[in-house]
């Protein structure tokens, strides 16, 4: 609830028929769905991490329950990496493969510093994975029904994040560097980026998303609905900035022509790579996915806290080419025009998500108890005035 | 003050880098990664803690900065919630962290009422929007100061030690 208590939409006089720039009810229906079920649960928390041994009964129920016979479940392998999901290798077998084969369970804890939807997670995944290198869906239970906690189960795919040689200087994909693969990445993660917003959403029917209206500011309002009930319903410490910044994106949301597939963290630590090759072998951690509006991604990917600097103190935008030029080489691949005030609303946009992660659900969640590994969850929560101070140059200069 | 606070982190420093890293078998990497961000928190509390209850006090005079600067701008209907947090807030205890916290939730909450305008119906003054970057900036940058250590902060380079901070401050 926001400090004014106002739950009901309100009505703009004067303006179009389009929708509301303060109608806090203009949210996606399945973001509705998975917000409502975080305010529920919380007070349940707690959250313990769980054992190999829990994650073998959980995932031996959830077999049998599949129909699969003679079930085995080995191996099992915590996972690092990510701020949200608690994540384990681990090896099946069955009676109709003996051989097995290495999966990777995505589970939701009770909060992480983003709540999501699992079934959007392998939506999307199943979707892309005819035009991307995408760690292949397996199985997924989007509200938990079988296996008690929401989760997705991948196949495992091999690779790395950064390069081996220069493996620990960031945590969460920040701060990490790319080195000498910088120029063998770039071409693939551009083509990643267009081929994302080419998907073709109009004749496509989807299970867990819904699409905002074409020529509508309804794809941004969805955006500011979503983030800005996560702000108000984690609540720890009243931010200014963070409210003004709500203010300034409802007031000057953009309309979006043409919605599109929008990964939402396409930067450096989400997508792997073999070595010495460089070649992709996985797009990673599609779970902020939504349809909406291309300069979504770009202006996430610029921040410069996803990025790296060069010897000569060029900033690289995700650690892989100057900025310009991934604006240029972007358009070239998919025949997409960058407009520059979106560009900027979207800037702003991002940096209020970012804020809202890091200094509304990251600490709620750490606060609660109800993370895996909360002391992940406050070292990232340091870098929200980052994000505020981004958030002053961006909108305190118009 | 024995055995005081510094020798109690450097201590738990020495144990988690000599004793419990070389513990924890290889595979175990979230175990790893979690050690090695204990062991950077601790880093970063141990030039934070002689400084925190100032520094929180800092903040709460930043925000009441920035409650007196909005006090004219705003809509009467504010005017009374606003004047009472301010109020409040100059009788706080500085060396008090939790009453400090209380003052910054409390005034925090009225100035967030402010911005929003009852759902954008009562209009922000352009004095308001300015006086509220101003405080924005001012509060980013010690923030962003105070946690530099994560390493998270591109610009980082640029910012004022602690010491710098709080010194320049008093």
Known sequence: ?398 | MLPDIDLRIDNMLKALEQVVIPALPSGERLARDQVNLVIGHLRMMKDQWRFAVKFEAGSLENMMRLGDELADQVDPIYRQSLADALSVARNTDSDDQKALATAIHDLGSVIDRIILGEDGRLALAPAAFAAIIDYGHRQARRERSWFAATGLDPDRAELPTIAQTMSAAS
């Open chain 1, 1 to 398: 609830m926001t400090p004014s208590g106002a739950a009901a939409p309100l009505v703009e006089i004067g303006k179009s028929d389009d929708v509301g720039a303060w109608d806090r009810g203009e949210i996606e229906p399945r973001i509705k769905t998975i917000l409502d079920r975080t305010v529920r649960q919380r007070a349940t928390g707690p959250y313990r991490p769980k054992s190999d041994a829990e994650v073998i009964a959980m995932l031996g129920r959830f077999f049998a329950h599949k129909g699969y016979r003679e079930v085995a479940v080995t191996q099992v392998s915590r996972m690092s990496g990510g701020a949200s999901k608690e994540q384990f290798a681990f090896t099946f077998r069955h009676a109709g493969d003996t051989e097995g084969e290495r999966l990777v369970l995505r589970m939701d804890p009770l909060e992480a510093i983003a709540q999501t939807c699992r079934g959007r997670e392998a939506e999307v995944q199943r979707l892309m994975a005819d035009h991307l290198p995408i760690a292949p869906v397996r199985f997924h239970d989007a509200d938990g029904d079988l296996l008690g906690q929401p989760a997705v189960i991948l196949g495992f795919v091999a690779g790395v994040t950064e390069p081996t040689a220069l493996r620990g200087k960031g945590v969460s994909g920040m701060g990490g560097q790319l080195g000498e693969f910088a120029a063998k990445l770039a071409p693939q993660y551009i083509h990643a980026l267009a081929t994302t917003h080419r998907f073709d959403v109009a004749n496509t029917t989807f299970d867990y998303f819904s699409v905002p209206r074409a020529n509508s500011r309804q794809a941004a309002i969805w955006q500011v609905n979503w983030w800005s009930r996560v702000w108000w319903d984690s609540l720890v410490e009243p931010v200014p900035m963070v409210t003004l910044a709500e203010r300034w994106l409802r007031e000057n949301a953009p309309v979006c022509d043409t919605p599109v597939l929008v990964h939402s963290d396409l930067r450096m630590g989400n997508f792997m790579f073999e070595e010495p090759s460089g070649d992709f072998t996985a797009v990673l951690d599609w779970e902020l996915a939504h349809i909406g509006d291309l300069h979504e991604d770009l202006a996430w990917t610029t921040q410069k806290i996803f990025g790296a600097w060069r010897d000569d103190g060029v900033f690289l935008v995700s650690g892989l080419l100057p900025r310009d030029e991934f604006f240029r080489l972007y358009e070239e691949a998919s025949g997409n025009r960058i407009d520059p005030v979106r560009l900027h609303y979207y800037e702003v946009l991002n940096a209020y998500k970012c804020a809202v992660m890091d200094l509304g659900q990251a600490m709620r969640a750490a606060k609660e108890g109800n993370n895996h590994q909360e002391v992940v969850l406050t070292w990232l929560g340091s870098a929200g005035a980052v994000f505020l101070d981004h958030i002053v140059t961006l909108i305190g200069d118009r």
